[in-house]
């Protein structure tokens, strides 16, 4: 009796093959809100035996990426949450930017990983004693363009303080720099035409004094420096008071 005419047996061509489950979809997605947007979170964990050291800025890791293993930089960390963003190399514009846990097995390290931290440092220890790195470059940067704010710039030192890890990425540095060299230039020029204007003043000044000291009997050189000028003026007036 052929296959699949009798008693209800499935033929072959009934028979229905689930197709293996793809290597990112079986990873857990979970949407969180991040300090500046959303992002996806891979979150499948590592046996605790083969757990990562957590990735610092600018590590070299792979990560699994729509279906495939992709390279990648480490852009930034937040250990209050245990995850890290990272750009790939194939993809390298910040819409493709993509956070894994700590403990995804979605990622490893390009070469040999850095040693590991201290098991007795705890992520609470780590939390209080390192501060998140991108945040405190943030703060950092934000303080350099306070200090260096040219008076007439278009942002406030207010505005500066509340400007997003966006904003800092796309400040104009080169159009910064150039406008505070412009403005140090003025005023180091305005700092030297002022000493120029008040050495004439002063040596107008001397000339003059001078002039009425010799016509009262006290030699001065009408050409001696203003150095001289005041030893010459010191020894007079010492000489007034011994002789009243």
Same mark, same amino acid.
């Given at each position: 009796?052929?296959?699949?005419?009798?008693?209800? *047996?499935?033929?072959? %061509?009934? &028979?229905?093959?689930?197709?293996?489950?793809?290597?990112?979809?079986? $990873?857990?997605?979970?949407?969180?809100?991040?300090?500046?947007? !959303?992002?996806?979170?891979?979150? !499948? +964990? @590592?046996? %605790? *035996?083969?757990?990562?050291?957590?990735? #610092? &800025?600018?590590?070299?890791?792979?990560?699994?990426?729509?279906? =495939?293993?992709?390279?990648?930089?480490?852009?930034?960390?937040?250990?209050?949450?245990?995850?890290?963003?990272?750009?790939?190399?194939? /993809?390298?514009?910040?819409?493709?930017?993509? =956070?894994? %846990?700590?403990?995804?097995?979605?990622? *490893?390290?390009?070469?040999?990983?850095?040693?590991?931290?201290?098991?007795?440092? #705890?992520?609470?220890?780590?939390?209080?004693?390192?501060?998140?790195?991108?945040?405190?470059?943030?703060?950092?940067?934000?303080?350099?363009? @306070?200090?260096?704010?040219?008076?007439?710039?278009?942002?406030?030192?207010?505005?500066?303080?509340?400007?997003?890890?966006?904003?800092?990425?796309? /400040? +104009?540095? $080169?159009? /910064?720099?150039?406008?505070?060299?412009? @403005?140090?230039?003025?005023? $180091?020029?305005?700092?030297?035409?002022?000493?120029?204007?008040?050495?004439? =003043? #002063?040596?107008?000044?001397? $000339?003059?004094?001078? @002039?009425?000291?010799?016509?009262?009997? &006290?030699?001065?050189?009408?050409?001696?420096?203003?150095?001289?000028?005041?030893?010459? &003026?010191?020894?007079?007036? #010492?000489?007034?008071?011994?002789?009243?």
């Amino acid at each position: 009796m052929p296959l699949g005419s009798g008693n209800g *047996s499935p033929s072959r %061509s009934n &028979i229905q093959h689930t197709p293996p489950t793809d290597s990112v979809t079986s $990873v857990n997605h979970i949407h969180l809100i991040d300090d500046d947007n !959303t992002e996806n979170i891979y979150t !499948t +964990d @590592k046996p %605790s *035996s083969g757990l990562l050291p957590p990735p #610092t &800025i600018g590590a070299r890791v792979w990560a699994m990426y729509q279906g =495939s293993r992709r390279s990648g930089t480490v852009l930034s960390v937040n250990d209050k949450r245990g995850i890290f963003k990272m750009r790939f190399d194939e /993809f390298p514009t910040a819409q493709f930017d993509y =956070s894994f %846990s700590y403990n995804s097995s979605a990622w *490893s390290y390009i070469g040999a990983p850095p040693p590991s931290t201290d098991s007795t440092i #705890t992520l609470f220890e780590r939390i209080v004693n390192e501060p998140e790195p991108l945040f405190t470059i943030a703060k950092k940067f934000k303080s350099l363009i @306070k200090f260096m704010l040219p008076p007439d710039w278009e942002l406030t030192p207010e505005q500066i303080l509340l400007m997003s890890y966006d904003d800092l990425s796309q /400040f +104009d540095i $080169v159009a /910064f720099m150039q406008s505070y060299r412009e @403005k140090m230039t003025k005023i $180091v020029e305005q700092h030297k035409a002022d000493e120029t204007h008040w050495r004439t =003043s #002063t040596q107008r000044l001397q $000339v003059e004094a001078t @002039k009425l000291l010799n016509l009262c009997g &006290i030699p001065i050189p009408m050409d001696c420096s203003i150095e001289d000028f005041e030893e010459h &003026i010191e020894r007079y007036v #010492t000489q007034v008071q011994k002789s009243c």
